[in-house]
């Protein structure tokens, strides 16, 4: 697999049929992904949104922008982001109580859908609230898209990835106004937190409060951002004065838009 990124407007459309299209929808932005099945290459695009308007109505407007949304594909995948989401063990999971359960923890929203991933791995359910609207302009779009939570997505790849050490992993997903930390031990989860953050500072504050709580070795377990930013560049050396290994993640393919082949 190369780890190259390319601009989507580099593809030949005319093999659309053997590209996987991924969608990330987020508050301040979109981001799209498709991946060559042949060349095993990933071609990125971002693009702004509009504040005053909905999500159903940015959807609706980009999608009628943006040429490469017309063409068929082999897969179409939609990623939802958000903190609207909790976690149960797989035992536990009735289809039928789906909201009851939701809205134990969240305030009840309207306009909202409930849906549910299983991450078989860890024998977890992500149960997560998305936009009704949305949700039906996008299977309207297209009957068989494929849509996911992002967290349950980070949660899979992570369970792989930690599996192999014998050490914790703290990893840090940045958001615009938001930090999700998700820690794992032995390709186990241990836990999921989101904070609200306003600087660098909160990135420390919150991520070292939940390094404490659950006993991390500051000598001998990880932190890993997810990805980069001026932000993150300004928390490491803080962070590094407290714990000995904080690192980047060193791949330059977002993790929710990795396609595992064989």
Not at 80 to 88: A, C, K, M, N, P
Not at 137 to 152: A, C, R, V, Y
Not at 175 to 185: G, M, P, Q, V
Request: net charge negative.
């Amino acid at each position: 697999m190369s780890d190259k990124i390319e601009a989507i407007n580099q593809l030949d459309f005319s093999k659309s049929d053997q590209y996987i299209l991924s969608i990330r929808l987020m508050a301040d932005g979109f981001s799209f992904s498709i991946f060559d099945t042949t060349t095993k290459k990933y071609y990125l695009q971002e693009e702004k949104t509009d504040g005053s308007l909905s999500l159903t109505a940015n959807i609706k407007r980009l999608f009628q922008e943006l040429d490469f949304l017309n063409y068929s594909y082999l897969q179409k995948r939609v990623i939802f982001t958000g903190r609207r989401y909790i976690l149960l063990p797989l035992e536990l999971f009735e289809d039928e109580q789906r909201k009851t359960i939701f809205y134990h923890s969240h305030i009840k929203k309207e306009n909202e859908t409930i849906r549910y991933d299983i991450v078989k791995e860890n024998n977890l359910v992500v149960l997560y609230g998305i936009d009704t609207s949305a949700y039906k302009h996008l299977k309207q779009w297209d009957k068989n898209i494929i849509i996911s939570s992002q967290i349950s997505i980070f949660i899979e790849q992570l369970i792989d990835i930690n599996r192999t050490e014998d050490k914790k992993q703290m990893y840090i997903d940045l958001h615009k106004n938001r930090i999700d930390i998700l820690s794992f031990d032995q390709g186990a989860l241990l836990n999921i937190n989101s904070f609200t953050i306003q600087s660098s500072a909160d990135i420390l504050y919150y991520s070292l409060y939940v390094w404490k709580q659950l006993d991390f070795d500051q000598q001998t377990d990880e932190y890993f951002f997810l990805s980069d930013s001026t932000v993150i560049q300004q928390a490491i050396p803080e962070l590094k004065k407290y714990i000995k290994t904080v690192n980047i993640f060193p791949d330059t393919i977002p993790f929710d838009f990795k396609i595992e082949t064989n």
